[in-house]
């Protein structure tokens, strides 16, 4: 597996001195209220059980 993109991004922020700031967005147009900054602290992998749906994919909500 490989993290690429935008996790990539996030995971290596630090690197380039970058902030990563967390919105949520509220009812209505244009409403947003601000989270606070993010900080990565880590990852890991999991190799998970695969379920009987298509492509032997599991539900996410499983």
């Known amino acids: 597996m ?3 993109g935008g996790n990539a991004a996030i995971r290596n922020y630090h690197k380039h001195n970058d902030e990563h700031h967390v919105f949520e967005i509220q009812d209505g147009a244009w409403k947003i209220t601000y989270v606070g900054e993010y900080e ?3 990852h890991y992998w999991a190799r998970l059980p695969t379920g009987t749906g298509a492509f032997g994919m599991r539900s996410a909500s499983s």
């Open 40 to 42: 990565y602290a880590d």
């Open 2 to 4: 490989t993290i690429e």
